[in-house]
């Protein structure tokens, strides 16, 4: 299984952004996928998540309202669109996906693959 995320790059405070999550190796149906991001010096944090099959979201509150995550079954492909972007969403943001038939869940540890991390920096 391999994950490749990737559209991150350079925006500024209160632009959009769109990343891509996509995969390779596995069908993605029943499977949960999620966001996550990580500051220099901070812990990784978990953004949203998205269950395949019937398409539920979840969202952490510092996201609420300016993320949302979709998915595209056909191509194998998970998003994250990124609207009113501040200084603080600055970081690497990563995709993840959890075994087969598993919810979603906030905590990385649940996550059995990871991509390699896109770098978003929210700056003027």
């Known amino acids: 299984v391999q994950l490749q995320a990737f559209g991150g790059g350079l925006v500024q405070p209160g632009g959009s952004l769109r990343l891509s999550c996509a995969a390779s190796?596995?069908?993605?149906?029943?499977?949960?996928i999620g966001w996550f991001r990580q500051a220099p010096g901070k812990e990784r944090e978990w953004l949203s998540c998205?269950?395949?099959?019937?398409?539920?979201?979840v969202y952490a509150d510092s996201v609420k309202g300016r993320f949302t995550i979709s998915r595209d079954n056909a191509k194998n492909t998970v998003y994250l669109q990124m609207n009113s972007l501040k200084p603080e969403d600055t970081a690497v943001y990563y995709c993840?996906?959890?075994?087969?038939?598993?919810?979603?869940?906030?905590?990385?540890?649940?996550?059995?693959?990871w991509g390699q991390g896109t770098e978003v920096t929210v700056s003027s």
């Open positions: 190796g596995v069908t993605l149906d029943y499977h949960a």
């Open positions: 993840a996906v959890r075994s087969r038939l598993y919810y979603c869940s906030d905590s990385p540890t649940k996550y059995s693959y």
């Open positions: 998205i269950r395949m099959s019937e398409g539920s979201t």
